[in-house]
């Protein structure tokens, strides 16, 4: 007789959640996704703006193409399709002028951005030297010596190779602020090196911008598992003894299984264990320091076309991106990443500061009549990448001692990534393969692997020194 498939309850339908979920399933489990929200994707998601009628964004998110497991989970979702790629980053000056960074086809990296780069207007000759001699001393770094930089400021690092302040206003901060959430002096300066390395230095599709066709939570319109339920709330886990056994919804259901993976954010998980339990587990002792940091996300409409490009990179702040959101460009959304200061700040203060700052960047837009404004503040969208980030975050699966069965999914989680969707699709997969190895190994069978590796490094950025990362599997992160 055939045995029963084993059985997780994954509590939270971000991108985690999902990514779990649909990882186990694929592996034969049965499983059941769990979110409070009526819709999926948790603070990738969208509502319906009372004032329009319309369903808009919490946030504007884009992907690059180094986002392996995000693209995967993509795929297995079957929206894929929604996504537009762009090959060129469009770049706006003080005055409006466009200055574009594109890669040249069949030219391998870190060779591809070059022909683009000594054209690019915005930045002198003198910048154009220092950002090259840095771009080369980070090829010479390696990924796996990136590493020996997490306790180092990103800041520190620009000082010792010389990067003058106004290169960093032009380059680095367009790229970090948004890319980390965090101001790019301030950060570890081995994620910093890694989204540069990922992204522009290893392979030519690292920097291709996808950028969802359809609000956010049409990409998850199909649930992602077959037992996929709305609109519940948990209101405890079950715990016998030291075990994970299920989960108490708030309207009194019991649903019992094998694994209990938790997919919300950290400030959830630490209010559902028990401080007896999480003493034991050195998962949670330090989720408490972890900084949480806010974004901006602004969607406003005009009485007529101001941006016709699919976006716009902006120099001078507070908006720092700014993308299309119709076909004609009269509706169009901004993103003010670590955005701490607007956190309290008035809607009408704000909308005029940006409605201003549009207008200067867009000279399309000096003349447009702004119809309606939405801000929304994500006041607790990621955590700081800040030195040493990684010693608080903590593993997937339990350890020796630990709380048996309870898994944890999320980008604080160890990914090796920053706080991103792609560090939260890799939470979800290194969930389930820490799952899936708790529940083979007894059977003495081989556990499912889910993590996709990075984009190998082409041969130029291999011959001036950037090696390839070798995977990092569950157990090797604990």
Not at 35 to 63: T, W, Y
Not at 219 to 236: A, I, N, Q, S
Request: aromatic share 8%.
């Amino acid at each position: 007789m055939k045995p029963a498939p084993h059985s997780a309850i994954v509590v939270g339908g971000g991108v985690a959640g999902i990514a779990a979920a649909v990882a186990l399933e694929s592996a034969g489990w049965n499983v059941t996704l769990l979110e409070a929200r009526k819709s999926l994707g948790g603070r990738a998601s969208s509502f319906i703006d009372p004032q329009s009628g319309q369903e808009i964004d919490n946030c504007q998110h884009v992907l690059l193409g180094c986002c392996t497991n995000l693209l995967d989970l993509y795929r297995r979702l079957g929206c894929l399709d929604r996504i537009r790629f762009e090959k060129t980053i469009i770049f706006r000056d003080e005055q409006g002028k466009r200055h574009r960074l594109s890669g040249a086809r069949f030219f391998p990296a870190p060779t591809h951005l070059s022909a683009s780069f000594l054209t690019f207007g915005i930045l002198s000759l003198k910048e154009k030297i220092a950002y090259a001699r840095a771009m080369l001393a980070m090829l010479r770094l390696g990924r796996s010596g990136r590493a020996a930089l997490a306790e180092v400021p990103f800041g520190q690092w620009l000082d010792e190779h010389h990067q003058p302040a106004s290169l960093v206003s032009k380059m680095y901060d367009p790229v970090l602020v948004g890319a980390l959430n965090e101001d790019c002096r301030k950060c570890s300066a081995q994620y910093a090196i890694q989204v540069f390395q990922d992204a522009m230095l290893a392979h030519a599709q690292g920097y291709v911008v996808g950028v969802p066709t359809v609000p956010l939570s049409q990409l998850y319109g199909e649930h992602p598992c077959r037992d996929t339920r709305l609109g519940v709330r948990v209101g405890e886990i079950c715990f016998d003894g030291d075990r994970a056994v299920g989960v108490k919804l708030s309207d009194g259901e019991q649903l019992h299984a094998d694994a209990v993976i938790l997919a919300t954010n950290h400030h959830a998980v630490q209010k559902w264990i028990p401080a007896e339990l999480a003493a034991s587990d050195e998962r949670f002792g330090f989720l408490d320091q972890l900084q949480s940091v806010p974004i901006l996300g602004v969607h406003l409409e005009f009485d007529r076309p101001v941006l016709t490009d699919p976006h716009a990179a902006l120099i001078t702040g507070p908006l720092q991106w700014l993308f299309r959101k119709d076909t004609e460009g009269k509706m169009i959304a901004g993103v003010i990443s670590a955005s701490r200061e607007y956190v309290g700040r008035s809607k009408e203060e704000c909308l005029k500061e940006f409605e201003t700052q549009v207008r200067a960047a867009l000279p399309e837009a000096r003349d447009a009549k702004l119809i309606r404004g939405v801000i929304v503040i994500e006041k607790r969208a990621t955590f700081a990448p800040l030195p040493g980030v990684d010693r608080l975050r903590p593993a997937q699966a339990p350890p020796p001692g630990g709380i048996q069965n309870l898994y944890l999914a999320g980008d604080y989680t160890r990914t090796g990534w920053p706080a991103t969707m792609e560090g939260a699709a890799r939470a979800g997969y290194l969930a389930a393969e820490a799952v899936s190895a708790r529940f083979t190994a007894a059977k003495h069978t081989s556990p499912c692997s889910f993590i996709i590796p990075d984009l190998s490094s082409q041969w130029p950025a291999r011959l001036l020194g950037l090696d390839n990362l070798a995977r990092i599997s569950t157990t090797e992160k604990q």
